[in-house]
Structure formats: C-alpha cells, structure tokens
C-alpha cells in the first residue's frame, strides 16, 4: 500500500488545479495535526488555520492515508449533502468497514442501498411517538438506581449507561439489566475498536473490537431468529419495539429484509447512537451546571409538564412537543460542541468545486464546525444563546450535527427523544455543580469531559 500511497502523490500532479493546502507525509499525511488539536480540546482549529493559510473555504490534506478535500462553510455542505450518490458517496475509514461488518457483506450494493431507505420508516416521528412512555420508565428506572440518594456521581458512564439500556430496551425488547451488561462489555470494545488504529493482531484494540462485534452479531442473530418465531406464533407483539417493526415491514415491491439485514441495521444503530446521545446528554449537564439562568429557565419549562400530570402518568408526545426551550438548549450544545465532528465522502467522478478540481477516488470531508463556528453564520460563536433556535433558526446548511441530504443521521428524531426526556427526569429531581470547574475537554475523536464530568447533586426539596 505504500507504493500505491507513492503512486497517487505523483498521479495526482496530472491535476493543474487542485485546492491549495498540503498533502504532507506519504501515509501519515496531516492525519497527526488533525487529531491533535482534537486531543488538545479544539478540533476546530485544523480547519479554521488552513481556511486563514489559505484564504480558501476548500483545501487539501491527507487523512488516514488518503488525499482529501476539506469543504467548509454552508457552500460546502450544500455540495456534499445534495450530491450523495451524484457526484460523491459516503465513505467510512477502513478500520470502521473491518470492524462493522457492512451489509455488503451479505447483500449487493444496491440492495444496501435500497435497504438504507427502509431504515427512516423505524426511524420516523410518527413510528417513535408510542415509544416515548417506554423511554420515560426507563429514565425514572435509570436516575432510581444511578442518580437518586448520591451525593456526587459521574455523568459520561451514566449517560452511557441511559442511551444503551434504552436501545437495547426500544431496539429488542432486552429489559434484564444483567442480560443488558453481557451486550454493554462488548459493546464498548467495539466501539473502542471503530476509532483505533487498525492493527489486527492479538491483543490490539482493533482485534479486541472485531471479535466483539462478531459475538454481538451472533448474539443479535440469536434474538433475530427467536423473536420471527415468537411473531409467527403470537407470542410477540408486531408492535413491542423497532425489531418486531423490522421484521414485519416490507418495501413497496412486498421485498422484506433478511435476518442479517437486520442485524446489520440494529447493530447500525446501537453503534451510531452509543457514544453521540449519551456524549449530548453529558454536554447538556455540563452546561446547565455552569449556566444557572439556562438551567431557570429549563427547569421552569419542565416543571410546567411535570405539574400538568396525574401521579405516575408517563410523558407523552404532548409533552414532548411544549419542551421546546429545553430543545433549543440541546441545539445550542451540539452547535458549540457537536458530538460528531463531520462525516467523510468519496468523489465518484473527477468535479470541479469553487474552481478546484477535486480528482475521482479523492475523500472529502465536511465539518461541523466549520459553519457552527463561524461568526458569519453564528455571531460570538463562542456565546451561548439558544434564542439562535428561536423563529426561523440558523440558515440552511450551517447548523448540522446530524448531518444533511440522504445520509442524514437516521436516529435524528430518536436522539431527540432520548435527550428531552433525559432533561425532564433531570431537571425535575437536581441541581447540580461541576466538581473540577475547568475540567479539559477532549476530543477522541468524539468530545468528551477528560474525567467524565463528576458532579454533586443538589435533590430539590419536595
Ligand atoms: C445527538 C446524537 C447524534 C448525533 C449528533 C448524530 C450525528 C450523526 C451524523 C453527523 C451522522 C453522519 C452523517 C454523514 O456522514 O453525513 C450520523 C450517522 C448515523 N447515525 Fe447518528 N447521531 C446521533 C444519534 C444517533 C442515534 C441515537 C442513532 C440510532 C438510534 C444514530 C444512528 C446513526 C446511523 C445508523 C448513522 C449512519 C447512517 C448512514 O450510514 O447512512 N445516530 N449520525
């Protein structure tokens, strides 16, 4: 791969009008600059010295041993987000292919696609709406045995802790907190596995997290298969959790997904929400600790529903749809510390972006913050203010945690869910205050609270 490395360093001076930047070490390329400034709490600096360096709201780099351009800006988004499957398609860093087995593995590239489509149907408000009762037993479950009569606990492991008993609970009906635990040790390997460098010999992270996900995906076989047999003879309901909705939805030409189809998208999504919602979650307590008149003003929303309930009624989509302060919050958070930093896409074809030509085979990034901290689109980015949220919001294309165009996160409506009903069983029970006041944040790649954000916990007095 090295010669190959070599070749496309030299193959590419056949292109007079590459974007300006540098290509930097055969292999390592700048990968080393671009984690760093993650490592050190401001991934936003790589993209923000080079737009200044080079007077360019595209550049050149090379990451995880490819050439790529960086798009920024709304232009730049627009571009990658409305051409998905024209000019460019997603791309995942080989390590991320090796560890999470694709569903082009057991099908055809365009039956992946087809059954990519299928997955907002699960995804949709309309599908979620009857789950919301079921994600608030497990919240009060989860603040009784986590949160209540502590005085100090560790937000980023309990967060952790929420998200995945949901999923396991919304996605597969798993409600046994020690059936929970055997998933929940896998599942950090793996996901571990996803951002390590991918070296498979024994011992690594890397080979620690491909024969965590090989066992996950055995074990989610196991319930797949249980659970058709349970539906074909009525003892499960079609309509227990987004498995039984899988298996019994098919697409417009009667085609159904297989088995490992859709053990291929469960795993997707236990993946794509582990560490983004629970990351969210953290950032949110992070923020309402150190702003108290963001908290006043959350609390003072969530105590309205929580008053307008019968004693042990469960929030409902009504509620859910009156927590709008609480929501604008979540998007002020996720704007000034996204929980995915950007996305990577491959150019399908040789194009021409803000008159550069960006080669075939070429990676391309997008990146949050490459809009979320722009004063042009977001005045003093570094304010926090989720009146930003109010009225029509930011422009098209400048606010994007979850992305855009077809590959939009297709747990968007979902994560939204989590989170709200997350700050409501928060708010309702605590205030709190952050043990270490500057405590570092890192970014490996996703942010994080560097000792998982301990606070002390104030209960409200009944
Ligand atoms: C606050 C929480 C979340 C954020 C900020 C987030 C953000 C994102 C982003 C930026 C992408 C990539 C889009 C791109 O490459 O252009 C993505 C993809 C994805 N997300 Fe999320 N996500 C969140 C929660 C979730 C949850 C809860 C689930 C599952 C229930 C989920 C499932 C997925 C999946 C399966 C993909 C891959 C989609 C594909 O390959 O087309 N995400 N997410």
């Known amino acids: 791969s090295l010669f190959l490395v070599f070749y496309n360093h030299r193959s590419q001076n056949s292109y007079p009008n590459l974007p300006p930047g540098k290509l930097g070490l055969p292999y390592v390329g700048e990968s080393f600059e671009f984690f760093s400034n993650g490592w050190k709490g401001h991934p936003e600096?790589?993209?923000?010295?080079?737009?200044?360096?080079?007077?360019?709201?595209?550049?050149?780099?090379?990451?995880?041993?490819?050439?790529?351009?960086?798009?920024?800006?709304?232009?730049?988004?627009?571009?990658?987000?409305?051409?998905?499957?024209?000019?460019?398609?997603?791309?995942?860093?080989?390590?991320?292919?090796?560890?999470?087995?694709?569903?082009?593995?057991?099908?055809?590239?365009?039956?992946?696609?087809?059954?990519?489509?299928?997955l907002p149907l699960f995804m949709k408000p309309e599908a979620l709406q009857r789950y919301i009762g079921i994600m608030d037993t497990v919240a009060q479950r989860h603040f009784a045995s986590g949160w209540e009569n502590k005085e100090q606990v560790l937000v980023f492991p309990l967060a952790k802790n929420y998200t995945f008993s949901l999923a396991c609970r919304l996605f597969l009906s798993l409600d046994d907190p020690s059936h929970?635990?055997?998933?929940?040790?896998?599942?950090?390997?793996?996901?571990?596995?996803?951002?390590?460098?991918?070296?498979?010999?024994?011992?690594?992270?890397?080979?620690?997290?491909?024969?965590?996900?090989?066992?996950?995906?055995?074990?989610?076989?196991?319930?797949?298969?249980?659970r058709n047999k349970d539906l074909a003879e009525g003892k499960a309901s079609p309509t227990q959790d987004i498995l039984s909705h899988m298996l019994l939805t098919c697409d417009?030409?009667?085609?159904?997904?297989?088995?490992?189809?859709?053990?291929?998208?469960?795993?997707?999504?236990?993946?794509?929400?582990?560490?983004?919602?629970?990351?969210?979650?953290?950032?949110?307590?992070?923020?309402?600790?150190?702003?108290?008149h963001i908290y006043d003003e959350v609390y003072k929303e969530q105590m309205e529903i929580a008053k307008s309930?019968?004693?042990?009624?469960?929030?409902?989509?009504?509620?859910?749809?009156?927590?709008?302060?609480?929501?604008?919050?979540?998007?002020?958070v996720m704007r000034i510390s996204p929980p995915l930093q950007g996305g990577f896409r491959e150019a399908l074809n040789d194009f021409i972006f803000n008159g550069f030509t960006i080669p075939k085979g070429w990676k391309l990034y997008w990146s949050a913050n490459s809009t979320h901290k722009n004063p042009v689109y977001f005045p003093e980015p570094e304010k926090f203010d989720p009146a930003r949220f109010e009225g029509n919001g930011p422009a098209p294309y400048t606010f994007v945690p979850f992305g855009g165009?077809?590959?939009?996160?297709?747990?968007?409506?979902?994560?939204?869910?989590?989170?709200?009903?997350?700050?409501?069983?928060?708010?309702?029970?605590?205030?709190?205050?952050?043990?270490?006041?500057?405590?570092k944040i890192v970014v490996n790649p996703l942010p994080i609270p560097e000792k998982g954000l301990p606070v002390r916990l104030h209960p409200h007095k009944a």
């Open 45 to 118: 600096k790589f993209i923000f010295d080079r737009i200044a360096k080079y007077s360019s709201q595209v550049f050149k780099t090379n990451l995880l041993g490819e050439p790529a351009a960086v798009l920024c800006g709304a232009a730049g988004n627009k571009f990658l987000f409305s051409n998905e499957n024209k000019l460019v398609v997603a791309w995942w860093p080989d390590s991320v292919n090796k560890i999470f087995p694709s569903s082009l593995q057991t099908s055809s590239k365009e039956e992946a696609k087809k059954m990519r489509k299928l």
């Open 180 to 226: 929970v635990a055997r998933f929940s040790d896998p599942f950090q390997l793996l996901a571990a596995g996803i951002i390590s460098i991918p070296i498979d010999l024994p011992g690594t992270p890397f080979h620690r997290g491909i024969k965590a996900s090989n066992f996950i995906r055995t074990e989610l076989l196991a319930i797949i298969r249980q």
């Open 252 to 292: 417009e030409n009667g085609k159904c997904m297989n088995e490992l189809d859709i053990a291929d998208k469960i795993l997707g999504l236990l993946v794509g929400g582990h560490d983004t919602a629970s990351g969210a979650c953290t950032f949110i307590v992070k923020y309402l600790a150190e702003l108290p």
């Open 309 to 332: 309930k019968t004693p042990g009624e469960l929030l409902n989509w009504g509620d859910i749809q009156k927590m709008k302060y609480s929501w604008n919050v979540a998007c002020e």
């Open 405 to 439: 165009g077809p590959r939009m996160c297709p747990g968007k409506e979902y994560a939204r869910l989590e989170i709200l009903v997350f700050m409501h069983n928060l708010v309702k029970r605590f205030r709190f205050d952050k043990l270490i006041q500057d405590e």
